[in-house]
């Protein structure tokens, strides 16, 4: 079965620290995407990755396709980074690879 | 560019009306996905269209939901009666498919429906 797995389900921090979010997911996958959707706002694509690792400002995606699982960091984190972040998988189904498969998110509090 | 364009952004109806939400793609753009957010299943996809096409509609609840693309740029997405069970956030994507990773979707504001 097609799942992903996001940890944890919520998080809070202190301005400052560093942030890991984990996604692990069951079988082959041809990309995997991070997104962030701020409480009643919109959807973000952060990242969108395959293999090893993306970087952008504080935001950081790290891929390991043999073990199935991908990290989200923000260093030196910040209250504006509040906000749900969603892991979500295209997995190598055929002819639909066009889909994604979301986690159930990562609910992150910074708190100042 | 302004991004991909919903409309409207919140719609408060009673159950049995019709609504309509729309979606303008980004320019370029070939396909166009539709999804549905609630607080219990997360996000749902609904409909993919390529080129104008529906491509998969799996995701589509029950015959009260149909979705049509009368061009490469504009969607709609109809609920005919509206349930109370149907109210949630309601986004659309644009993405450019191209032969390599393609697939980037990139999410519309959303419209959050609420069917009393």
């Known amino acids: 079965k097609n799942e992903v797995e996001q940890s944890p389900q919520n998080l809070t921090a202190q301005e400052g620290e560093f942030i890991t979010i984990n996604c692990s997911y069951s079988?082959?996958?041809?990309?995997l995407h991070w997104l962030q959707q701020h409480p009643g706002g919109g959807i973000v694509s952060l990242f969108m990755l395959s293999s090893g690792k993306k970087k952008h400002g504080r935001l950081i995606a790290t891929i390991n396709i043999q073990e199935k699982h991908s990290s989200l960091h923000i260093t030196a984190s910040h209250p504006r980074d509040s906000a749900v972040y969603i892991c979500?998988?295209?997995?190598?189904?055929?002819?639909?690879?066009?889909?994604?498969?979301f986690g159930k998110g990562t609910l992150l509090t910074v708190n100042p | 560019d302004a991004g991909v364009i919903q409309s409207p952004r919140h719609e408060v109806t009673e159950m049995g009306q019709e609504v309509t939400l729309r979606c303008k793609l980004i320019?370029?753009?070939?396909?166009l996905f539709w999804y549905r957010q609630t607080m219990m299943r997360g996000l749902e996809l609904l409909i993919y269209?390529?080129?104008?096409?529906?491509?998969?509609d799996s995701g589509m609840p029950e015959d009260r939901f149909s979705a049509k693309m009368p061009n490469a740029s504009f969607s709609t997405l109809k609920i005919q009666p509206s349930e109370p069970r149907d109210s949630a956030v309601y986004f659309c994507?644009?993405?450019?498919?191209?032969?390599?990773?393609?697939?980037?979707?990139?999410f519309g504001p959303g419209t959050r429906l609420t069917v009393t």
């Open positions: 079988v082959g996958i041809s990309a």
């Open positions: 994507a644009s993405s450019l498919r191209d032969r390599g990773l393609g697939y980037e979707q990139y």
């Open positions: 320019s370029g753009h070939n396909s």
């Open positions: 269209f390529n080129n104008n096409v529906p491509i998969d």
């Open positions: 979500a998988v295209r997995f190598n189904s055929g002819g639909s690879n066009y889909k994604l498969t």
